[in-house]
T-cell receptor, first 114, second 114 residues
């Protein structure tokens, strides 16, 4: 079935380091792709999205580019801050999207040290 | 303020004792969903509802029931909880078909079944 695979964590970085969290998806159709962030004790929030190939989603200094050739949607940030410490989930729309089902990766925990 | 609320936030119960976790949204969203989040497994959809009196199974519906009698409310019912239902539960809502990326998540309910 459709799935999303993201790198396992935890990822620990120093403040101002470069961040990459890898995400790949199974290619059934051309699904919209998303990154969600979950801060400690909170629900998930949409961080960014891309709806078609070569689209770049961006928000709060984070970026991800929809790569159809490699079925990837890697999350990047040039300079992380302590406040970016959270769990990040890559997700794809279920085929057709009519069920409202987002297929999530397992999540990657990021810890940023001062 | 647009929000999804869940109650209770924390619940410890014993095997077989029926419980209900409430969920309410104030955005007049058509779609509502329940997810469970488990370490190493990410988020998995339990049930979803496309509108009042319209519900359907997600990926892991066994052991759960839902109802949607009012548009704003979508309670999750565990008729006979078991320890394998110990998890973190999230309710979510979004405006309508094709807009699953606009999901608002509740703060989560941490359930422990002993």
């Amino acid at each position: 079935g459709d799935s999303v695979t993201q790198m396992e964590g935890p990822v620990t970085l120093s403040e101002e380091a470069f961040l990459t969290i890898n995400c790949t998806y199974t290619a059934t159709g051309y699904p919209s792709l998303f990154w969600y962030v979950q801060y400690p004790g909170e629900g998930l929030q949409l961080l960014l999205k891309a709806t078609k190939a070569d689209d770049k989603g961006s928000n709060k200094g984070f970026e991800a580019t929809y790569r159809k050739e490699t079925t990837s949607f890697h999350l990047e940030k040039g300079s992380v801050q302590v406040s970016d410490s959270a769990v990040y989930f890559c997700a794809r729309m279920n085929y057709g999207g009519s069920q409202g089902n987002l297929i999530f990766g397992k999540g990657t925990k990021l810890s940023v040290k001062p | 303020e647009a929000q999804v609320t869940q109650n209770p936030r924390y619940l410890i119960t014993v095997t077989g004792k029926k419980l209900t976790v409430t969920c309410s949204q104030n955005m007049n969203h058509e779609y509502m969903s329940w997810y469970r989040q488990d370490p190493g497994l990410g988020l998995r959809q339990i049930y979803y509802s496309m509108n009042v009196e319209v519900t359907d199974k997600g990926d892991v519906p066994e052991g759960y029931k839902v109802s949607r009698k009012e548009k704003r409310n979508f309670p999750l019912i565990l008729e006979s909880p078991s320890p394998n239902q110990t998890s973190l539960y999230f309710c979510a809502s979004f405006p309508g078909q094709g807009r699953a990326y606009e999901q608002y998540f509740g703060p989560g309910t941490r359930l422990t079944v002993t």
